[in-house]
């Protein structure tokens, strides 16, 4: 590619990106591939580590993969970009696949300049996941005499589920969304965009964004109100539907941007989420011994147990090539509420995480081993706890739960609302 102007745009425009923020290393890399590919040169791991990534001469690509590290993050963070900030961009930058050279193509989802029609991406998908969600409820309404007798309630005085099937007080469905938000320039509608940033994913998360922005800058950011369901919320009313149909009880449903702290004094609540859209929860799960951490990658779960004054740490992970064998973790966490009431979250890091959290509180064999479980540790299932399980194997295929720690939470634990 020849046009030095055009070259000069695109990774002005990457420099400014939300994706490419604090991200200097990684544009550098990507200057480096440029200027390789435009002299016909495709280097080799060895020169991008010393000349692009500041290694010795000693680098060895088979004892050291960072180069493929750092190609495999650059070509992700490339496709980040286009799939949000820039998808109105006219020409797009890749990296193919098992190469170190770049590629220069026409954007396929550039819109054309005399298109009338405004494509708001975050209600397509919104759209899109009510759809889903009206899909299982006719198919519950097709087919409900087998879906029940293949999902069996749960009794109502059952431990872990009597507060919520056997009680006066009101359950709340919270389903964990994404956090979205929006950006304008000069206060021209026109230029609005809606933007969805994995390092985003609360009002903390924003506010710490928003002070690391120049505030001569000509760009507002505000919240959205989109949001975006995951495919585990259809599968939850799914899950959820029959247990509380088989005691003739109603629950109501939010997303977690919308819960506000009187939901938290006036029902019972289970969470249904990943870890990133926890939201206000996020606060409830501060003093418990299972932790979890996003940032830096991979994604962890930290087990702090103060008995044995020990710290265990457990990664996520997910290979490379087919067939994608995964590791991921599981929380459940049943808390005392602050109005005599109860809070029961299910979250993982990704969809199979969340999935089996879903399942071992609402498929009645996959309680019972839960339940197993929490006597063996207890001698009896605890009014509230916390439990952790690790889940791996092949998506679609074969999926391995295995239990790893469980903690009896008190009930004094505390619970502030303001």
């Known amino acids: 590619m020849d046009d030095k102007n055009l070259v000069k745009t695109i990774l002005g425009r990457l420099e400014n990106s939300e994706e490419f923020y604090n991200s200097k290393k990684y544009l550098d890399l990507l200057k480096y591939l440029i200027e390789k590919t435009e002299k016909g040169i495709s280097p080799k791991e060895k020169d991008i580590a010393t000349e692009a990534l500041e290694k010795g001469d000693d680098f060895d690509p088979i004892i050291d993969t960072s180069v493929r590290v750092y190609i495999y993050r650059l070509r992700n963070k490339l496709k980040n970009y286009y799939k949000n900030e820039g998808h109105l961009d006219k020409v797009q930058i890749s ?131 989109e949001y975006f369901l995951d495919q585990y919320c259809v599968e939850t009313l799914v899950y959820l539907n029959p247990i509380f149909y088989g005691v003739r009880k109603n629950f109501e449903i939010k997303t977690a941007s919308r819960v506000k702290w009187d939901d938290f004094r006036n029902y019972n609540i289970i969470f249904v989420g990943s870890f990133k859209t926890l939201g206000i929860f996020n606060t409830f799960l501060n003093n418990l011994h299972i932790k979890y951490e996003l940032f830096p990658l991979p994604n962890k779960i930290i087990i702090a147990d103060s008995l044995s004054n020990s710290i ?66 207890f001698g009896n299932i605890p009014s509230f706890f916390e439990i952790v399980y690790q889940v791996e194997g092949f998506p679609k295929n074969s999926m391995y739960c295995n239990f790893l720690a469980a903690f009896e939470i008190p009930e004094s634990y505390s619970i502030s609302t303001p």
């Open 95 to 225: 990296i193919p696949k098992g190469e170190y050279h770049v590629e220069f193509s026409k954007h396929k989802n550039n819109t054309d300049q005399n298109h009338k029609y405004h494509i708001n991406l975050p209600l397509i998908i919104v759209t899109i996941s009510l759809l889903m969600s009206l899909s299982a409820l006719i198919y519950l309404r097709h087919d409900y005499l087998s879906f029940r007798e293949s999902l069996k309630p749960i009794d109502a005085h059952n431990d872990i589920w009597a507060p919520f099937l056997n009680s006066e007080r009101s359950t709340l469905l919270v389903l964990g969304d994404h956090f979205f938000y929006a950006s304008r320039e000069n206060n021209d509608y026109s230029t609005e965009k809606h933007i969805r940033y994995h390092k985003i994913n609360n009002m903390a998360d924003f506010n710490e964004f928003l002070a690391h922005k120049q505030s001569s800058s000509n760009i507002q950011y505000f919240k959205d109100d």
């Open 312 to 377: 265990e740490i457990f990664n996520t992970s997910i290979t490379k090539q087919p067939p994608l064998f995964r590791r991921e973790y599981s929380m459940i966490a049943k808390m005392p509420g602050p109005n005599n009431n109860v809070i029961l979250v299910l979250c993982g890091f990704n969809y199979i995480g969340v999935e089996n959290a879903l399942k071992t509180m609402t498929i009645p064999e996959r309680l019972k081993k839960c339940e197993a479980n929490l006597k063996k540790e």
